[in-house]
């Protein structure tokens, strides 16, 4: 099986602007998490997608938003960038079950905000 | 609410080296708890867990014992190798199934 793909892998941007990255997971996993991994915060959960709706939600403000189409893929959007968005968002996938325990990661997508 | 305590790094051994990385947790109940490890621009990869206390999570010669008398499950080899070399990261499943991290403790492993 192919495992779990994010597009683009480096994303240059401006304050103000908006972005959308993408995330494939492995094929017949329903269950999408996002996670954003920066030097000062670590690894910090942003939300969870499961049958086309979120299912959880960390602390983040609304201009972090997601979605989650049919064939499983997520998107997550991060409105009017700011700097501190730069980070490494990674995805990870699963087969969904509440009581499935292990996700499977992609490489993440690397934004940098200038 | 839930959180993850390591090691701060880095960690710096020479080859064939014994590694120990602490954590420990805080948690209602006795979630699962995970190694995870990040190799230079890649991604996280899960090392090994273990879903109850007492159970021992091993895999590529590193090994983690669940204690929830200490409320510890720190990661441990015996010798490890050059391409041990990443950041390993500590984790639990929180209450509403999503992970939650350790800060992340860089390895370095010399020739």
């Known amino acids: 099986k192919a495992g779990v793909t994010q597009t683009p892998r480096y994303l240059i941007k401006t304050r103000g602007q908006q972005v959308t990255l993408s995330c494939s997971p492995i094929?017949?996993?329903?269950?999408v998490s996002w996670y954003q991994q920066t030097p000062g915060q670590g690894l910090q959960f942003l939300f969870e997608?499961?049958?086309?709706?979120?299912?959880n939600k960390g602390n983040f403000p609304g201009r972090f938003s997601g979605r989650q189409f049919s064939n499983s893929r997520s998107e997550m959007n991060v409105s009017t960038l700011e700097l501190g968005d730069s980070a490494l968002y990674l995805c990870?996938?699963?087969?969904?079950?509440?009581?499935?325990?292990?996700?499977?990661f992609g490489p993440g997508t690397r934004l940098t905000v200038l | 609410g839930n959180s993850v305590t390591q090691m701060e790094g880095p960690v710096t051994l020479s080859e064939e080296a014994f590694l120990t990385i602490n954590c420990t947790y805080t948690?209602?109940?006795?979630?699962?708890l995970f190694w995870y490890v990040q190799y230079p621009g890649e991604g996280l990869q899960l090392l090994l867990k273990?879903?109850?206390?007492?159970d021992k999570g091993s895999n590529k010669g590193f090994e983690a014992t669940y204690r929830k008398e200490t409320t510890s499950f720190h990661l441990e080899k015996g010798s490890v190798q050059v391409s041990d070399s990443a950041v390993y990261f500590c984790?639990?499943?929180?209450?509403?199934?999503?992970?939650?991290f350790g800060k992340g403790t860089k390895l370095s492993v010399k020739p």
């Open positions: 990870a996938s699963s087969p969904g079950d509440r009581g499935q325990v292990k996700q499977y």
């Open positions: 094929s017949g996993h329903r269950s």
């Open positions: 997608y499961f049958s086309e709706t979120q299912r």
């Open positions: 948690a209602t109940g006795y979630p699962s």
């Open positions: 273990a879903t109850k206390a007492d």
């Open positions: 984790a639990l499943i929180g209450s509403q199934g999503n992970l939650i």
